[in-house]
Structure formats: structure tokens, C-alpha cells
């Protein structure tokens, strides 16, 4: 059985940053891409990052690009998300989900984790 189980999530300030985890386990093998999805509350889920399994390529969505970092760790089976400079409209839920070849999408994927709230506020 596979599990993705986020974690990190917290209440931070505008302009704090904060560390988002997801372990996974079961058949996610290291080629496998993982990406962060979020949603944000009476809004869609949107797609914020992803790392491919094969090369270790990256992308990221125009409004966190060069404020979140994505980074695997395969020994730990462990993906971050490192965000930082957070905005109010940061906040939403964020999503590990997991893809057999290349970065899943909102309509591709194979597994999909319970997720870890962000709040950015004052």
C-alpha cells in the first residue's frame, strides 16, 4: 500500500518561511515524480512544483518561482518544499502527489496525499 504523508504545514508570517515535508512509502520508487499542489480555501487546486525521478529536473508556477525550492531526498524518501518570503496568498493546503513518469498533473497522477495546511497571516 502507498502513502504520501505531508507534513510542515503552520501558521507563519508574511515574509517567514516554513519547510514542507512528504514521506512516501510503498511502491514510489525514486523515478517516480512528485509534485506540491495546493488549494487555497473556495478556490481550485493549482499545481506549484514538481521534481522529475529520472533526472531530477524542477518547475515551479509562476507565483512562487524564486521563493520555493523543491528537493528530494531518495535515501529518506522524503521530498521538501522549501517556501520562502510567504505571502498572505500563499495560504491553502498543500498536496504531495506522485506520478509514475514524469511531473504529475491534476487529471495524472497516481497517488495523492492527505495534505498539511499554511496559513500566512499577521
Known amino acids: 500500500q502507498v502513502h504520501l504523508v505531508e507534513s510542515g504545514g503552520d501558521l507563519v508570517q508574511p515574509g517567514g518561511s516554513l519547510r514542507l515535508s512528504c514521506v512516501h512509502s510503498?511502491?514510489?520508487?525514486?523515478?517516480?515524480?512528485i509534485g506540491w499542489f495546493r488549494q487555497a480555501p473556495g478556490k481550485d487546486r493549482e499545481g506549484v512544483s514538481c521534481?522529475?525521478?529520472?533526472?531530477?529536473?524542477?518547475n515551479y508556477a509562476e507565483s512562487v518561482k524564486g521563493r520555493f525550492t523543491i528537493s528530494r531526498d531518495n535515501a529518506k524518501n522524503t521530498v521538501y518544499l522549501q517556501m520562502n518570503n510567504l505571502k498572505p496568498e500563499d495560504t491553502a493546503t498543500y498536496f504531495c502527489?506522485?506520478?509514475?513518469?514524469?511531473?504529475?498533473?491534476?487529471?495524472?497522477?497516481?497517488?495523492w496525499g492527505q495534505g498539511t495546511r499554511v496559513t500566512v497571516s499577521l
Open positions: 510503498g511502491a514510489i520508487l525514486d523515478y517516480y515524480g
Open positions: 502527489v506522485a506520478l509514475g513518469s514524469g511531473c504529475p498533473t491534476l487529471r495524472h497522477y497516481d497517488y
Open positions: 521534481i522529475k525521478g529520472t533526472d531530477g529536473s524542477t
